[in-house]
């Protein structure tokens, strides 16, 4: 196995943990990572894995972020709350390493939802649905990039072989 491809294994491994604690780009390094090996090899082969695991990783990318905003809003969480809910959950990954971002936005997205609905279950609701949402969004993302990854150590192993 070639310096390179572990190297292009590295950035992926990074790539899946930064999807799962949202600190890293994670679908792009895990890209990063298959491109850097493709671009080593030099085959049509390789550009071919490059190729699936980029639309994989774009589709998972793409439909996680689509889909928890259009959740969201179809639930009646206003734009505003999930601003203030990412504005708190960037101030959450200073605050509290590896799971700040996830305190922050729910801890953010409860106090903008109970400063417009009152403290009490209507907020919660919000809450929750979102925390939900963001979760089943990162699970999607994830798997799609676990496909990805399946494709390019398959192809990563048969190049070795």
Not at 36 to 54: D, E, K, N, S, Y
Request: glycine fraction near 14%.
């Amino acid at each position: 196995m070639s310096v390179i491809t572990l190297l292009a294994g590295a950035l992926v491994v990074v790539g899946l943990a930064g999807i799962v604690l949202p600190v890293l780009p994670g679908s792009l390094l895990v890209g990063l990572g298959v491109l850097v090996w493709a671009i080593a090899q030099g085959t049509l082969g390789g550009w071919l894995v490059f190729t699936a695991a980029t639309v994989l990783l774009a589709v998972g990318w793409g439909t996680s972020y689509v889909w928890t905003g259009k959740r969201l809003l179809a639930a009646g969480v206003p734009t505003r709350s999930l601003v203030i809910g990412a504005l708190a959950g960037v101030v959450g990954i200073f605050v509290i390493p590896v799971v700040g971002l996830l305190v922050g936005f729910c801890v953010g997205l409860y106090l903008a939802e109970a400063t417009r609905l009152g403290f009490g279950e209507p907020s919660w609701r919000s809450t929750r649905l979102a925390l939900k949402t963001v979760l089943l969004s990162i699970g999607v993302e994830l798997a799609l990039a676990l496909v990805a990854t399946t494709v390019w150590v398959v192809a990563a192993f048969n190049a070795a072989a």
